[in-house]
């Protein structure tokens, strides 16, 4: 037994547990960030993934120790870190997975969201196909991953002001020549901005 | 349809009036499952909790000579241990014992401590083994063939046949893996009454034995089913989990945490039922099926297994099948999102397929003769039109295997009843404020039900969404009936639809006399109270509400039959088209488009609809080409009991999805969850042959059986 | 269970002499993790030596690149260093797991844990790389294929540990290319993975190193084959299938088990092998 500090969602906390608890065990059974969800244990389904000094990492993998003095973020923090960066409730990513209806029984989501911050932090205007890579090691089992994929969309389309292609959903009530069009005004927009940032 | 003036019943408006029904919805707990404030089962901390793991049986069977748990209580941290089985197991996972201590490392400490002593039994645990001429008796009840159609006329049909096919087709026993394992917290401290949390689809159903573990008033122990984390079948009852950690806590008197590991929930959480498909199928020259015989086995493990009848949704004139249950030493099959559809889907899909092929016929015109219901056409047609099926190079032969990469077109159709039943109450509440609550004890296992609840409310009462809060997952609430067989919207929409017009009859008749007409004339709508033809303003809602008493106002209503009648339907239809791409080189199948269109009656949330759609569509996917249990033929051991080795589709194996809710069906609320994941593998399946000719009739298609079927790697 | 966590390669070293041969070290976590919560395995001892940041540098030299044992694959995607000297291990990196395992998953530790799985060695011993590690006795560096000796067992002694991996300069014409089969493609393990450096002098092949992976009880190299390749121009399409055919079925001892079975990793491992050695277009 040893007492860690770890910096969490931006606080300061001391934890006392066993040199090899990993970090899960540490938010879960000692801190009550039970936000983090224990889907396997293993690092095969990314339920318990948190952000480590902003990327993602799998918390049954690493031991709570190994993240002293590094940042680290759970969705519990995701809203509160969001709004006192200046923003208004909660982060796009979270806003937009609720319009998306990007859940269903909701225990993937925390971990899928913070993949899905993980990417839009270093690439704020990502592809699809950057999409998919970046949630990859987070299974879903309800919702057939088609709305997270147009929820992450969302949330890069509003946050750099563009509109968003129509959604799956709505582009089957739109004229199939207007979706069509309003899809590829959509990606023309993010070309752009991708070309601007250089990667294109 | 019809109104009774005097006595108006409730019905739901014309689809074009709907303000909040049949629209895209936010879920009114997104924000709290969002934010990490969801508590779900394995969430619960109660002050002095207790966590709990389960022994689970080593060995396919066993005579247990000595279960010993004194050692269990000496490893420090460790507070009380039960036994749960004394004398023989059955499967290799079964429940043995269960330790609880002061944290879940602990108390696997415990368990390793407990000295069992066993003899091993024989013990089958693959088809081979069990119908072996000296095969141990699994069960005490040897189950019994069952037949179902005209044996000797189904052969002649066959015989004198244009074109028969005879093959056999296999599927593997898929898992259900819920995010959220199985599990209970049981916070109970030695009092008379206890509070018990279960990730479960039945928020009534594991209330009363969990207060007959506890030895405890039924009405002493409350229920709550907040958030759960996926059921797709696996999750009724208490469970022998649940009695676990209810004994543990009744011993300790402390409260007790039990969730399931993720090899636990591999090993003695139930799967869907495997099974094996002989069948025998003719048609006329013009692709009319004349007969079919089929012999079927059922892999349910130490269960019954099921697998849906054939003739499977196609009509053949003559059709005769038997059915066989083969018990063996696994963990019981359970209930899976549409049981034994999937199944028997998959074996008439693909036999009508190949003799489609074989008579040189469209097998989507070979669908579309054998199938009496005309929606099935309408749907094919138009799944066929999104996907490219016209524009398709070769439709009614596969393309050539010596190309790299192949592309083939599929399809499959669906069925399932979706209809409710009685045992669902509702109480709408209206308060004086102007709040509105919608109380019933269902569970939401992610479909929305706690968002119909509340947008039905909303709908009869003239409100937003956000107006009414729905308060579920209680057994201190309203009664409700449990989520299995897409039951859940027949049954709770309609409960929830009249108790909310009882509301509105109810306040209406309260706010009569303020208008001065009758309270027929008293309309909700647009957030305001008005007389339909009266000059008087209209009130907003909050002035009207204002007019109630401190205890507000409340009003019931309940699924009966004749509510059943004008507001739920059962009897839905699915088609699905998926287009593959097949790699020669490596037998890798990646599935380019899946196109689903559905009916479900009035759909309460498109958003929703679009959802259950889209991951039905998924789950047939990955028991296309990925799922399958591998159990060690010699050991009875499951060499994939995580979720590495038990593949579930991910995000990059995603095809392009698009789901069409079918709009011309104008009846009432059907469920939709179950239809949905029944025709998709079938039509990977058939999109592999007709890409390059190779038919897998074993399912999942791995890159090794394409490869085989093409007859690259012998 | 007791966990020694230290910043200093020195005392990791110590650690390492005084703990005896039941000690295990721990990384990033990926394998070792797994292995004590399947209850695989019970260490007394666990070494912790994520946090020994001088293990993690890239260093570019003159005769190629050194890649500290900590560098994890997340690391050596945005690499600068490596995508010069290393492109195809930067393209097997970027197969392992997923993001998260990837911000994990060292370089040291493929090569510690020796699976016949593992995602970069096959590239490591295509490419010739050299293995150094260190003890309170010294230090030593040694070929690849020598470090890797049968099933998840290595030639590190007990109180040695990983601290790079040398890989040598590029030479110019050379063809490279790595292949992984899966099933998921994401969070899998391999069916068969291929790697191969194959430099050219003119038409004629000057030097070959041909690995793989999932083929075997360990990573494979597959020297006889190279060996009769060397001098002489790539064999023509209908040859070249022979060719490989005799070479593979002496060398590769495919298994089934739960991810595949032998007979098709035998097949896939010859047509991936023949199709990317008849595209030289990847030379450069």
Known sequence: MRTLSLKVNGDTVQAAAPSHWTLLEVLRYKLGLTGSKQGCDKGDCGACTVLVDGRPVLACLTLAGAVEE???????????????????????????????????????????????????????????????????????????????????????????????APRSWEAQRMDPSEAQAAAKRAAAHLAERRKQEGRE | MAQDEKDPVATWPARENLKVLNHDLVRVDARAKVTGAARYTHDVRVPGMAYARLLLAPLPALKIKKLDLAPALKIPGVLGAVALETDRTRWLGEPIAAVAATTPERAEDGLRAILLEYEREPWAIDEAQATAPNAPKVRSNAPKVSTDGDQASAERACEGAAAVIEATYTVPVQHHVCLETHGVVVDYKGGDEATVWCSTQ????????????????????????????????????????????????????????????????????GNRTGGKMRIKLAASQDGTLVGMVADRRRFGGIGNGSMAKFPYIYAVENAYSETLSVPMNLDSNRAMRAPGHPQAGFGMESALDELAYKLGVDPLEMRKRNLKDKVYHRQLERVAREIGWYEHPHRDKPGDPKAEKCIGIGFGVAVWGGGGGGGTECEVRIERDGSVSAAVGTQDLG??????????????????????????????????????????????????????????????????????????????????????????????????????????????????????????????????????????????????????????????????????????????????????????????????????????????????????????????????AEATCIPGHSAIANAVFNACGARVRDLPLTPDKVLFALGKVV | MKVVSTRSLDDALKALRDAGPDARILAGGTDLMVEMESGRTHPALVVDVWKIDALRQIREMQDGVEI??????????????????????????????????????????????????????????????????????????????????????????????????????????????????????????????????????????????????????????????????????????AKLSEFLRRHLDAAAAPRDDVRSTARYRRFVLQRILESSLRSPAQVR
């Open chain 1, 70 to 164: 590094r940042e680290v973020t759970t969705i519990e923090g995701l809203m509160p870190l969001h709004v006192k960066s200046g923003g208004d409730g909660p982060d796009p990513v979270q806003a937009a997975f609720d319009r998306c209806g990007a859940l269903q029984c909701g225990f993937c989501q925390p971990g899928m969201m913070l993949s899905a911050r993980a990417l839009l932090n270093k690439n704020p205007c990502p592809t699809r196909a950057e999409i998919r890579e970046a949630l990859s090691g987070n299974l879903c089992r309800c919702t057939g991953y088609t709305q997270i994929f147009e929820a992450v969309e969302l949330a890069v389309a509003e946050s750099i002001g563009v509109a968003p």
């Open chain 2, 202 to 269: 039945s928020t009534f159903g594991f209330t009363p034995d969990a207060a007959k573990e506890l030895g405890l008033k039924a009405s002493r122990v409350t229920g709550l089913v907040e958030y759960m984390g996926g059921g797709f079948g696996a999750k009724f009852g208490l469970g022998l989990e649940g009695q676990a950690a209810c004994k543990l806590s009744k011993e300790i008197k402390r409260p007790v945490h039990l969730m399931m590991t993720r090899r636990d929930e591999f090993l003695a959480a």
């Open chain 2, 447 to 672: 479909t929305g039900s706690r968002t119909y609840v509340a947008a039905i409310t909303a709908e009869e009462l003239g409100l937003r969404l956000e107006d009414v809060t729905a308060h579920i997952g209680s057994t201190r609430l309203p009664s409700a009936t449990g989520s299995g067989g897409s039951t859940t919207t027949g049954s709770l929409a309609p409960a929830v639809k009249v108790a909310a017009f009882n509301a509105a009859r109810a306040f209406a008749a309260r706010l009569a006399p303020v208008f001065g007409v009758d309270a027929a004339r008293v309309q909700f709508a647009g957030g305001e109270v008005r007389d339909t033809q009266g000059a008087k303003p209209a009130l907003s809602w909050k002035q009207a509400c204002a007019m109630l008493p401190a205890e507000g106002l409340s009003a019931r209503g309940e699924w009966t039959k004749d509510a059943n009648k004008r507001l739920a339907a059962s009897g839905i239809h699915g088609a699905q088209a998926a287009r593959v791409e097949v790699d020669t080189q490596t037998g890798r199948v990646r599935v380019l488009d899946m196109i689903a269109m559905q009916d479900c009656g009035l759909p309460l949330n498109r958003l929703a609809v679009v959802s259950q759609v889209n991951g039905g569509m998924v789950q047939a996917l990955s028991y296309a080409l990925h799922e399958e249990r591998n159990v060690d033929a010699a050991l009875g051991v499951m060499l994939n009991s995580t979720m590495e080795g038990y593949k579930i589709a991910g995000s990059l194996e995603m095809p392009r999805m698009v789901t069409i809710i079918d709009d011309e069906d104008e009846r009432g609320v059907i469920g939709v």
């Open chain 3, 68 to 237: 500290g044992a900590l560098a994890d694959c997340g690391a050596l995607i945005r690499s600068v260093q490596v995508a010069r000297h290393a492109d195809t291990l930067i393209e097997a990196a970027r197969t392992v797991g997923a993001v998260q395992i990837r911000n994990r998953a060292t370089i040291g530790g493929n090569l510690g844990t020796a699976s016949p799985a593992a995602d970069l060695n096959p590239v490591l011993f295509a490419l010739g790389a050299r293995v150094r590690v260190a003890s309170t006795r010294g230090e030593r560096e040694l070929p690849v294929e020598a470090f890797v000796k049968g099933y998840r067992t290595t030639d590190r002694a007990h109180d040695e540990l990983i601290t790079s991996v040398f890989l040598p300069r590029r030479p110019a014409h050379e063809l490279r290319f790595f292949r992984k089969v899966g099933t998921r493609r994401a969070q899998s393990i391999a069916k068969v993975v291929v790697s191969a450096a194959v430099a050219f002098d003119g038409e004629r092949v000057q030097a070959a190193r041909i690995s793989a992976g999932s083929v075997a009880d360990r990573t494979l190299l597959f020297d006889g084959l190279a060996q009769e390749l060397v001098g002489a121009p790539l064999p023509q399409a």
